[in-house]
């Protein structure tokens, strides 16, 4: 990938998804092969060194990358080369429906926002060749202010395009030397709602959903992670096909919108509220 992170060749094309016919109608209307209005708002952080509001729907999640200037101690204790890249993931309190606490007041952090993080962290680090960022650590901040279903894809394919805006930032800067992200990485929902395979689950189809994967891929579309499973259900083999090519036709779309990000983000001004508030808004 060059410094610019874009300019190489498309993607795959996208499979051809098999044949079910749907036979329902999906809460917002949408067809069954169909994303979510997907948008990003760059620069919305301001003294991270890269961030972006990434908008799956109604799910939204604030993204940022910041660059520390060391390595954590097992990395200088055992001499190993390059850098690390981690992620920290939370949903704030007033991001649900009904208020969650925050994980400060149980005095740790729960299992589930621990499982996300760890996921966004291997998902992030499976493209970047961290030799290339020097002794430095990436922290990747997630912190979700609305959940509609799906932030952890949400927040790592926004964790993807605040990563690409900082290291921009720090190429520019002739900090680095190489552009060390292979390729872009993005994620998507896809499920069995009311006995079809759909695509980009909202918070009601997830919770009525009787199967449920998460599917992480590069822009090139090669798999990452894969997480799946049946709600109190079983699914064939058919549906898992079914499922893994709408989440493949979902990401070829979704990277497509995270390189216009990326692109734009140096020309973009700091968001500030009023940008935000036509964020919420859909307006962006």
């Known amino acids: 990938m060059d410094p610019r992170g874009l300019r190489r060749r498309s993607g795959l094309a996208a499979g051809k998804v098999l044949a079910f016919t749907p036979r329902m109608t999906r809460p917002d209307g949408r067809q069954h092969d169909e994303l979510r209005p997907i948008s990003f708002v760059p620069n919305v952080a301001a003294h991270a060194t890269g961030s972006a509001l990434v908008s799956f729907g109604d799910t939204r999640v604030i993204c940022s990358a910041t660059i520390e200037e060391d390595v954590p101690r097992w990395m200088r204790a055992q001499k190993v080369e390059g850098g690390w890249l981690t992620a920290e993931y939370s949903m704030l309190p007033y991001s649900t429906l009904d208020r969650k606490p925050r994980d400060i007041s149980r005095g740790k952090l729960d299992g589930r926002s621990s499982e996300i993080q760890r996921l966004i962290g291997r998902a992030l680090r499976a493209v970047v060749d961290l030799k290339k960022i020097g002794q430095r650590t990436v922290w990747i901040d997630c912190d979700v202010l609305q959940a509609d279903g799906g932030t952890r894809t949400a927040s790592i394919t926004g964790g993807c395009v605040a990563m690409a805006i900082a290291f921009n930032k720090l190429f520019a800067e002739g900090k680095l030397k190489d552009f060390p992200i ?12 009311q006995g079809v395979p759909v695509l980009d689950l909202n918070y009601p189809e997830d919770k009525d959903a009787s199967v449920d994967f998460n599917v992480v891929m590069t822009e090139t579309l090669d798999f990452v992670e894969v997480q799946g499973s049946g709600e109190e259900a079983v699914f064939s083999s058919d549906e898992m096909t079914a499922m893994l090519e709408l989440s493949r036709k979902g990401v070829s779309e979704i990277v497509s919108k995270q390189k216009a990000a990326i692109l734009t983000a140096d020309r973009a001004a700091p968001a500030d509220l009023a940008s ?9």
């Open 182 to 193: 292979r390729k872009l990485v993005a994620a998507v929902s896809a499920g069995v709602y």
């Open 276 to 284: 935000l508030a036509a964020a919420f808004g859909g307006k962006v």
